[in-house]
């Protein structure tokens, strides 16, 4: 195996190191730049907020909602049966996964409308945040939209 001369191998490393550590400074400068901590922050927050959503969401909304004439059972097992299993019965499938398991093909709407439930209400919860922060710092996050009469995009009206 060819070998490098000595005086090869002691050059090659004082630049590795350079390299090296050029490269952790440009990734540090970049991770520790105020907005991409703020984001992660933002990230962490939001999944908190999520979690705290789906929560009410299945624990309050959903209950609610069945007790609803309409609805005979939790929002989540709706479902309506599109094509048949093979030890599909007369009076049908009793749960989403009863009929899943047996092979039919299921249009999973409760399923559907849960999640749709679910983004009205972290819609509706930011919306208040907004809101709330817009009058306690007056600096309005939810800026109106009008025509420009120029190009006619929609652009923020100026306050």
């Given at each position: 195996m060819p070998r490098l001369e000595d005086n090869t191998?002691?050059?090659l490393l004082p630049s590795f190191k350079q390299r090296t550590q050029a490269a952790w400074g440009s990734f540090s400068d970049?991770?520790?730049r105020d907005n991409v901590l703020e984001v992660a922050v933002g990230l962490i927050l939001a999944a908190a907020f999520t979690t705290v959503v789906s929560s009410f969401v299945d624990g309050i909304v959903s209950p609610i909602i069945s007790?609803?004439?309409f609805f005979d059972r939790n929002l989540e097992e709706k479902f309506a049966v599109l094509r048949q299993g093979p030890k599909y019965e007369a009076h049908?499938?009793?749960t989403l996964k009863q009929a899943l398991d047996d092979g039919a093909v299921v249009m999973a709407y409760g399923d559907f409308l849960s999640k749709i439930i679910r983004f009205l209400v972290v819609a509706l919860a930011l919306f208040v945040i907004a809101r709330v922060y817009g009058w306690a710092a007056d600096d309005s996050v939810i800026k109106r939209q009008v025509k420009c009469k120029a190009?006619?995009?929609r652009i923020s009206e100026k306050v």
């Open positions: 191998q002691q050059s970049f991770a520790l007790l609803l004439p049908g499938y009793n190009c006619r995009k």
